[in-house]
């Protein structure tokens, strides 16, 4: 009988006698000491919003900017709120079942349905591995490294990191790895931009009737608001071992991890929209950031290099940990970075398989943009299944108790479900219908 993956030592601890000493109330917290406060909590919140903004997510972000300059600020305000209410509500269910999403849609919905999409997950997050990969490689290569040298010794420093380490270990260098999107800021203060402008487009909404404007706000969507996000942060909440009377502390993690991250996405589209805007899509994060350099310098295109790699590197282990948690909790076997491989075969062995996959792959010269392509269309199958099952176990008093969702939560909730599944059924029909040569 395997051991609960969230139970720690601390459980053991927390409960004390009815006739122990009161707690002594503690003193007020000044700003600084609630700043040192949330940067000891941060965590799997954090962590999951920042490996959204992985190279598939950069390619995106500096393509709003170099197609419509400022014009997608507002509609990224948007996707923040909706990113921080979905965030909150995987790490809520995390920190007050004890179980990860996966092992929760296994118990309340069919098993079927469950199979169906851990499996699309599962297939999706395996291309985006591949991409993540790409993106070490493409990084070093604005550096003049060969991606052949980094690619393999990459792969084998993340596969171990994962392998022979403990969950607090591991869950500190993904923070550590987040601190390389401080250099996307930079970069946009270097890029000089229209700050007028930026103000204006981040409070006015702006919309274009075309095709390619809709595709690439489904894409921001869909890049933003990952299925494997939220099954990595409730997954996370339980692997370290949190509690509901960690709730607020978890949720404060998550709200800020969402903000922080969609902050980063808006000073990749400033930066390249103030350097590059209205030059129409690119075709990576490697063509941005070498775009950067006649504007703002060489240091620019250094710092986006440097934020390409940490964003690739937290990415290329978050993605299939997220697929590995979802497939252990389905099953419903040991599934936790604290264990052995003796002890997690199936959650251990999998992510290994995606980790040597991912690289061999990124190796070849394969089409990482087709590859891309490909993996957005299952992202957007599975993504509204994926935010249904959330928000149906969020509104259930069976699952959560009194930590369910209020009325006005519910409400705001939905709508934002029923909007990113309207815009991912919008970029899964036009695939399809381009596909079939009908658009």
């Known amino acids: 009988m395997t051991r609960d993956p969230g139970t720690t030592a601390a459980d053991s601890t927390a409960a004390h006698g009815p006739g122990g000493p009161a707690p002594a109330e503690p003193p007020r917290r000044t700003g600084r000491r609630r700043i040192a406060m949330i940067a000891a909590i941060a965590g799997p ?6 490996a959204g903004n992985d190279a598939a997510g950069i390619a995106t972000y500096a393509s709003a900017g170099s197609q419509y300059v400022y014009g997608t600020l507002f509609f990224m305000v948007l996707v923040t709120v909706a990113l921080v209410m979905v965030q909150e509500m995987a790490v809520r269910l995390g920190a007050h079942t004890g179980k990860g999403l996966g092992a929760l849609i296994r118990e309340q919905f069919s098993l079927r349905l469950t199979a169906l999409a851990v499996f699309c997950l599962l297939l999706a997050n395996t291309g985006l591995v591949v991409s993540e990969f790409a993106g070490i490689g493409a990084a070093f290569e604005l550096l003049g490294v060969p991606k052949w040298v980094v690619i393999p010794p990459a792969a084998a420093l993340l596969w171990a990191l994962v392998l022979f380490g403990s969950y607090h270990w591991a869950e500190r260098i993904f923070l550590i790895m987040s601190l390389a999107f401080f250099a996307y800021p930079v970069a946009m203060i ?14 006015v909404p702006h919309a274009e009737g075309n095709k390619d404007f809709i595709l690439l706000a489904v894409a921001l969507i869909g890049t933003t608001v990952s299925p494997y996000m939220q099954f990595y942060a409730a997954a996370g909440v339980v692997d370290r071992g949190a509690r509901p009377a960690d709730y607020p502390l978890i949720r404060a993690d998550a709200v800020l991890g969402a903000v922080f991250a969609c902050v980063v996405s808006l000073t990749i589209i400033i930066a390249t929209a103030s350097a590059i805007g209205g030059s129409g899509p690119l075709q990576s994060a490697a063509q941005a950031a070498r775009a950067l350099e006649p504007v703002a310098g060489k240091q620019a295109e250094l710092l986006f290099a440097l934020g390409l790699l940490g964003a690739s590197a937290l990415a290329g282990a978050v993605v299939p940990l997220s697929a590995s948690y979802a497939v252990g909790e389905a099953a419903g076997v040991e599934r936790s970075v604290s264990r052995s491989f003796r002890d997690a075969p199936l959650f251990l062995g ?3 398989a995606q980790i040597v996959l991912g690289a061999a792959v990124a190796l070849t010269p394969v089409d990482v943009i087709k590859l891309l392509i490909g993996t957005q269309v299952l992202q957007g199958l599975i993504s509204p299944v994926v935010l249904v099952y959330l928000l149906v176990l969020t509104n259930r008093r069976s699952v959560l108790g009194d930590a369910v969702n209020g009325p006005r939560h519910r409400v705001a909730a939905t709508v934002v479900v029923v909007g990113v599944a309207a815009m991912s059924t919008v970029l899964l029909v036009q695939t399809v219908l381009g596909w079939l040569g009908l658009a």
């Open 350 to 352: 999998l992510f290994t």
């Open 45 to 50: 919140g954090l962590v999951a919003a920042n």
């Open 190 to 203: 270097l890029g000089h931009p229209d700050w007028g402008a930026v103000g204006h487009h981040l409070v």
